[in-house]
């Protein structure tokens, strides 16, 4: 029962909230633990941030896909490289991409441990040099790996792109040019994949803890954010 207590006391679950109803609860608490206690689908290994839901309705799979981000505001469209990676390796997967960015960049990270509801927070740092930046993520690999309730984004608003690793542990990259980071992908064994679908495409739930959310206060200071999560 261990597991899934730290599954369901630390959780929040953004399409149950939407829809009211949850393929989660219609299931025996045996069949529930058994669902989350699944760690690998086909030789895909998941991290501890997320599952997905009891019916599979989306199987966690290793590729990437090429896709349009459409601004509402704007009404321009952006370039955008959505993937998923097995856990081994994942955040080294992360680390290249960060590498077409430059040597100065921009970080944002991203919190649901101080929201109820859905949605997260943003935290920002202007700035700051990309040997740093990546000494000090590397502190926190066991934390950006593994807590569903944080994100993170590095950006070079200068070219402009922007390489995320986001709470469902998935990366993505916006951008005109992507062509260095779809190569960084392929040379990583992450290949294209037309009809991929990603863990947030249907139900699931995310996890996290004490013990993360402490180590997210502690990459929040060391990256110099302030504090505000109003």
């Given at each position: 029962?261990?597991?899934?207590?730290?599954?369901?006391?630390n959780?929040?679950?953004?399409?149950?909230?939407?829809?009211?109803?949850?393929?989660?609860?219609?299931?025996?608490?045996?069949?529930?633990?058994?669902?989350?206690?699944?760690?690998?689908?086909?030789?895909?290994?998941?991290?501890?941030?997320?599952?997905?839901?009891i019916?599979?309705?989306?199987?966690?799979?290793?590729?990437?896909?090429?896709?349009?981000?459409?601004?509402?505001?704007?009404?321009?469209?952006?370039?955008?490289?959505?993937?998923?990676?097995?856990?081994?390796?994942?955040?080294?997967?992360?680390m290249?991409?960060?590498?077409?960015?430059?040597?100065?960049?921009?970080v944002?990270?991203?919190?649901?441990?101080?929201?109820?509801?859905?949605?997260h927070?943003?935290?920002?740092?202007?700035?700051?040099?990309?040997?740093?930046?990546?000494?000090?993520?590397?502190?926190?690999?066991?934390?950006?790996?593994?807590?569903?309730?944080?994100?993170?984004?590095?950006?070079?608003?200068?070219?402009?792109?922007?390489?995320?690793?986001?709470?469902?542990?998935?990366?993505?990259v916006?951008?005109?040019?992507?062509?260095?980071?779809?190569?960084?992908?392929?040379?990583?064994?992450?290949?294209?994949?037309?009809?991929?679908?990603?863990?947030?495409?249907?139900?699931?739930v995310?996890?996290?803890?004490?013990?993360?959310?402490?180590?997210?206060?502690?990459?929040?200071?060391?990256?110099?954010?302030?504090?505000?999560?109003?």
């Amino acid at each position: 029962m261990g597991f899934l207590k730290s599954f369901f006391n630390n959780v929040f679950h953004e399409d149950a909230l939407a829809e009211k109803v949850s393929s989660f609860e219609q299931v025996s608490e045996e069949q529930l633990e058994a669902h989350l206690g699944v760690t690998m689908y086909n030789g895909f290994e998941l991290t501890d941030a997320v599952r997905p839901s009891i019916d599979l309705k989306v199987v966690p799979a290793q590729g990437f896909r090429n896709d349009v981000y459409q601004d509402e505001e704007s009404k321009s469209s952006v370039p955008v490289l959505m993937g998923a990676a097995s856990k081994p390796g994942l955040f080294e997967v992360f680390m290249d991409l960060l590498d077409p960015l430059g040597a100065t960049v921009d970080v944002v990270l991203e919190t649901s441990h101080y929201r109820e509801n859905t949605g997260h927070i943003d935290l920002y740092r202007d700035h700051i040099d990309m040997p740093v930046l990546k000494s000090i993520l590397w502190d926190y690999e066991d934390m950006l790996t593994n807590d569903g309730c944080t994100g993170i984004a590095v950006l070079n608003p200068s070219i402009p792109q922007e390489v995320q690793f986001d709470e469902h542990k998935l990366l993505i990259v916006y951008g005109k040019d992507l062509t260095p980071f779809e190569k960084t992908f392929i040379e990583r064994d992450i290949y294209p994949h037309k009809q991929i679908k990603f863990i947030t495409e249907a139900e699931h739930v995310h996890s996290s803890s004490d013990k993360f959310q402490q180590q997210f206060e502690e990459l929040r200071m060391r990256l110099g954010m302030d504090a505000n999560y109003s």
